[in-house]
T-cell receptor
Framework: AQTVTQSQPEMSVQEAETVTLSCTYD???????LFWYKQPPSRQMILVIR??????QNATENRFSVNFQKAAKSFSLKISDSQLGDAAMYFC?????????????FGKGTKLSVIP | DTGVSQDPRHKITKRGQNVTFRCDPI?????LYWYRQTLGQGPEFLTY????????KSRLLSDRFSAERPKGSFSTLEIQRTEQGDSAMYLC????????????FGSGTRLTVV
């Protein structure tokens, strides 16, 4: 079974500063994908960034980047130049290809606050 | 295409009543998923459809829960004899074949059982 752990229930960052959200996962799959989703208050969940496990290069999307450490099963999200609109719940998720499963497994989330 | 639509956005029901939620996925997505999210938790998988076939169900999906996706288009999730523990946000998502692009989620249906 896959598990995803987010050890920081809450984080805060000053506007324009950089923050890193942690995520670790446990999977027996050799082929899997990792995702970060953002869920603003009372709004739908949107995909922030994704990483294919077979790629060594860390994914980057504008101000968002990941630090993917495959051996350590770690997948942290770095948000640079934080903006007020970044305030949200952030969920780390893993998708594994084994046993015909198509479900995403989510962590419990990290609530990010941005301080003006 | 306006994304994944869910209806209703909010539902308050009395314990013991039946409720039904609807999800309209992105039209070109053949995969559809239902998740449940309780306060302070991440989404938990309930069930998955590929076209009209229900291919995977979680043990969370008790006998009181049933989902359908007739003709591989919209999907419905029905909860019979609701209990207070069913109070949660019910999320629908859809995707293309393959995980590369993740899911597209709807805004969810918030169920409150009183």
């Amino acid at each position: 079974a896959q598990t995803v752990t987010q050890s920081q229930p809450e984080m805060s960052v000053q506007e324009a500063e950089t923050v890193t959200l942690s995520c670790t996962y446990d999977t027996s799959e050799s082929d899997y994908y990792l995702f970060w989703y953002k869920q603003p208050p009372s709004r739908q969940m949107i995909l922030v960034i994704r990483q294919e496990a077979y790629k060594q290069q860390n994914a980057t999307e504008n101000r968002f980047s990941v630090n993917f450490q495959k051996a350590a099963k770690s997948f942290s999200l770095k948000i640079s130049d934080s903006q007020l609109g970044d305030a949200a719940m952030y969920f780390c998720a893993e998708w594994g290809s084994g046993a015909g499963s198509y479900q995403l497994t989510f962590g419990k989330g990290t609530k990010l606050s941005v301080i003006p | 295409d306006t994304g994944v639509s869910q209806d209703p956005r909010h539902k308050i029901t009395k314990r013991g009543q039946n409720v039904t939620f609807r999800c309209d996925p992105i039209s070109e997505h053949n995969r559809l998923y239902w998740y449940r999210q309780t306060l302070g938790q991440g989404p938990e998988f309930l069930t998955y459809f590929q076209n009209e076939a229900q291919l995977e169900k979680s043990r969370l999906l008790s006998d009181r829960f049933s989902a359908e996706r007739p003709k591989g288009s919209f999907s419905t999730l029905e909860i019979q004899r609701t209990e207070q523990g069913d109070s949660a946000m019910y999320l629908c998502a859809s995707s293309s074949p393959g995980p590369s692009y993740g899911y597209t989620f709807g805004s969810g249906t918030r169920l409150t059982v009183v």
